[in-house]
């Protein structure tokens, strides 16, 4: 008898989270209440930062933490205390860091990623995006409102009306100039949730084309009710890519 030993993993549970709150949001609008849906549309997008965080842990296991004998391969030109630094800080650098750290130990053709080169600048507004989302600062708005009164015989009524409303936010283009995210809770719409995953997929096609890492994959239900199954750059298809063309095998 033998034993298997497998990784508890949820990177493409996260993923398949964040599309299935997409597609939540897709039905809902005109449906129920905004606060529902922009939940819906806030729990994809941490969701797809999740499956990218999940992501780098997973190669971190490989290379780390998996049984002697299976471990990924690591370097032999990389300083050991570089290597040793980043095993025992690694509960302590930041996801953008990990990203940055760990492929260069263990890639065959030194990979790594340059923080200049798509999708490592959509990236970083992710992960800005991301930050306001799961810390955020208030932010004022103005709201101008109306009142009128009704009256009836014992019945004097005031309703308001809201007739404009403004935000102090920053203007998304400003903070966001690559991906054009929402900055403010009440303006966060399905096409932040999109941009939110098709990063992730991005980012995670990378790994996979470059370390081979796990392979995004998804099942998902579709229009007529039925549910099927894509793994790889099908996955980024279910989407309007914004962002140009996918990472492939033959990029650098």
């Not at 033998?2 to 964040?18: E, G, R």
């Not at 780098?56 to 630094?85: A, C, D, M, W």
């Not at 966060?188 to 939110?196: M, P, R, S, V």
């Not at 579709?222 to 140009?244: H, I, M, N, Y």
Request: proline share 7%; with cysteine.
């Amino acid at each position: 008898m033998s034993t298997l030993t497998i990784p508890d993993d949820p990177t493409n549970d996260y993923l398949m989270i964040a599309f299935r709150m997409i597609q939540n949001a897709r039905r809902e609008s005109g449906l129920v209440e905004p606060t529902t849906r922009r939940q819906d549309i806030m729990l994809s997008c941490i969701s797809s930062f999740f499956s990218l965080e999940a992501a780098i842990n997973r190669l971190y296991y490989e290379t780390f933490e998996i049984q002697e004998g299976s471990r990924r391969k690591i370097n032999s030109g990389v300083p050991s205390s570089f290597v040793t630094h980043t095993h025992q800080s690694w509960s302590r650098i930041s996801v953008r860091n990990k990203y940055l750290f760990l492929p260069p130990l263990i890639s065959d053709r030194k990979f790594e990623f340059l923080t200049t080169t798509e999708p490592f600048p959509l990236f970083d507004e992710f992960i800005r995006f991301r930050n306001r989302l799961v810390h955020p600062n208030m932010e004022e708005r103005s709201i101008m409102v109306v009142e009128h009164s009704i009256s009836a015989p014992g019945d004097d009524t005031i309703v308001k009306e809201v007739i404009g409303e403004k935000s102090m936010a920053p203007e998304r283009k400003k903070v966001f100039p690559l991906t054009n995210f929402s900055t403010t809770f009440q303006d966060l719409t399905t096409k932040d949730a999109e941009a939110a995953f098709e990063i992730a997929v991005r980012m995670r096609l990378v790994l996979l084309y470059r370390l081979g890492a796990l392979s995004p994959k998804l099942s998902y239900e579709k229009p007529d009710g039925s549910v099927t199954f894509v793994t790889g750059p099908e996955v980024a298809g279910l989407l309007d890519l914004r962002f140009g063309g996918l990472p492939n095998q033959t990029s650098p």
